[in-house]
């Protein structure tokens, strides 16, 4: 079955500091990815998606992530982090059968000045 | 293109009564999936529904849960006799035929005392 492994639940960095959140990923079929964000009290937004193709994904708010097939990791960046980019982070990835997604337990990403 | 629409935003409900969860997905799109939040957890995955079928409610709690999305009109969650142990977020989350993007609502906050 597929699972999903945040390796840090708190993120703690200063502003225009560079941030990596990471994710590991087990399955034994092919798999889509994603990065979620979520704000206080709001839902969850995409911030990007690996689906095939190039393995460096760019998403909104000037993240990216790269597609590690050999380590099964899918690791979150940013090169200069903003206030406004505290909240919480979660790593997805489509199930076997390919009708729901599962979740990490998020990385709760703190910026301060 | 409004975004997937969920209400009400906070449920309070005493033990024993029922809740009902509304979900509208994003125009032109037909398959809608709810997930549950938990405290200090990321997001289950509970059901995957197309309309006027259930594709997938393996994550569904046995019992007092169900899930519909009828021809017209939106996706109902629906909790009998709610428990203490259900007070959560639940969020909808709807995608286009083919895609395994999905766009998730507000989430509806539901608190039993």
């Known amino acids: 079955a597929q699972s999903v492994t945040q390796l840090d639940s708190q ?3 200063f502003e225009e500091a560079p941030v990596e959140l990471r994710c590991n990923y087990s399955s034994s079929v092919s798999v889509y990815l994603f ?6 009290n709001q839902g969850l937004q995409l911030l990007l998606k690996y689906l095939s193709g190039s393995t460096l994904v ?3 708010n000037g993240f990216e992530a790269e597609f590690n097939k050999s380590q099964t ?3 979150l960046r940013k090169p200069s982090v903003h206030i406004s980019d505290t909240a919480e982070y979660f790593c997805a990835v489509t199930n ?3 009708t729901a997604l599962i979740f990490g337990k998020g990385t709760t990403l703190s910026v301060s000045s | 293109n409004a975004g997937v629409m969920q ?3 906070h449920l309070v409900r005493r033990r024993g009564q029922e809740a009902r969860l509304r979900c509208s997905p994003m125009k032109g799109h037909s398959h809608v999936y709810w997930y549950r939040q938990l405290p200090e957890e990321g997001l289950k995955f509970m059901v995957y529904l197309q309309k006027e079928n259930i594709i997938d409610e393996s994550g569904m709690p046995k019992e ?3 899930a519909e999305f009828p021809k017209e009109g939106p996706s109902i969650l ?3 006799q709610v428990v203490r142990g259900d007070s959560a977020a639940y969020f909808c989350a709807s995608s286009p035929p083919d895609s395994y993007e999905q766009y998730f609502g507000p989430g509806t906050r539901l608190t039993v005392t």
């Open chain 1, 35 to 40: 990065w979620y964000v979520q704000y206080p």
């Open chain 1, 73 to 75: 990791s899918f690791h």
């Open chain 1, 58 to 60: 760019k998403g909104i």
């Open chain 2, 7 to 9: 209400n009400p935003r």
């Open chain 2, 78 to 80: 629906r909790i009998q």
């Open chain 1, 11 to 13: 993120v703690p960095v």
């Open chain 2, 64 to 66: 007092r849960f169900s």
């Open chain 1, 96 to 98: 076997q059968a390919g």
